[in-house]
T-cell receptor, first 116, second 115 residues
Framework: GAVVSQHPSWVICKSGTSVKIECRSL??????MFWYRQFPKQSLMLMAT?????????EQGVEKDKFLINHASLTLSTLTVTSAHPEDSSFYIC????????????FGPGTRLTVL | AQSVAQPEDQVNVAEGNPLTVKCTYS??????LFWYVQYPNRGLQFLLK??????LVKGSYGFEAEFNKSQTSFHLKKPSALVSDSALYFC?????????????FGQGTELSVKP
């Protein structure tokens, strides 16, 4: 199946710093990419939807100035957690949607962010 | 509003026995339904989906799911469970093209298969 990568797989940072997470679709072009946040043993919470070349659409309650999303190309989206705080510690997962040959979303392996 | 419910937080099955992980949904219009599996500290792996056609959908690793419109259910099944099937399973519904295709997930069901 299609492959989506995320980098880094885990990151530890100090409070107040910014962290960038990359999401790449390796063997297909993604019409849309999604960013999710997951707390331990809980479901995925959709944070935002991004289309290449346009501004991301954020879900209610997600601070767009806090979680900056850039969708630079059909194979790359980045999530930057700005001025990170311990409450931002979480597992962040991206997914990429393709409609070829059928409409399917593929998920990245996730990034574990720990803010000290 | 669209929603997905997985009524069981955990399902315990003995290896070799059949397993069922339940999912019900609420959506306006035709539902697009999905099952994903997540292993510890990993992303989600696609198992199968229902868009249209046969109500019984076959997917990866021997899993299948049955779409039941009258009961608004999409239960995941496997005839013979393996210990390696132990993981977190998510049912999801797609909100439709006018919502940009975003998925709405159930709360997840932890499947534990014992030898």
């Amino acid at each position: 199946g299609a492959v989506v990568s995320q980098h880094p797989s885990w990151v530890i940072c100090k409070s107040g710093t910014s962290v960038k997470i990359e999401c790449r679709s390796l063997d297909f072009q993604a019409t849309t990419m999604f960013w999710y946040r997951q707390f331990p043993k809980q479901s995925l919470m959709l944070m935002a939807t991004s289309n290449e070349g346009s501004k991301a659409t954020y879900e209610q309650g997600v601070e767009k100035d806090k979680f900056l999303i850039n969708h630079a190309s059909l194979t790359l989206s980045t999530l930057t957690v700005t001025s990170a705080h311990p409450e931002d510690s979480s597992f962040y997962i991206c997914s990429a949607r393709t409609t070829i040959p059928t409409d399917t979303q593929y998920f990245g392996p996730g990034t574990r962010l720990t803010v000290l | 509003a669209q929603s997905v419910a997985q009524p069981e937080d955990q399902v315990n099955v003995a290896e070799g026995n059949p397993l069922t992980v339940k999912c019900t949904y609420s959506v306006s219009g035709n539902p697009y339904l999905f099952w994903y599996v997540q292993y510890p500290n990993r992303g989600l792996q696609f198992l199968l989906k229902y868009i249209t056609g046969d109500n019984l959908v076959k997917g990866s690793y021997g899993f299948e799911a049955e779409f039941n419109k009258s009961q608004t259910s999409f239960h995941l099944k496997k005839p013979s469970a393996l210990v390696s099937d132990s993981a977190l399973y998510f049912c999801a519904v797609r909100a439709g093209y006018n919502q940009g295709g975003k998925l709405i997930f159930g709360q997840g069901t932890e499947l534990s298969v014992k030898p």
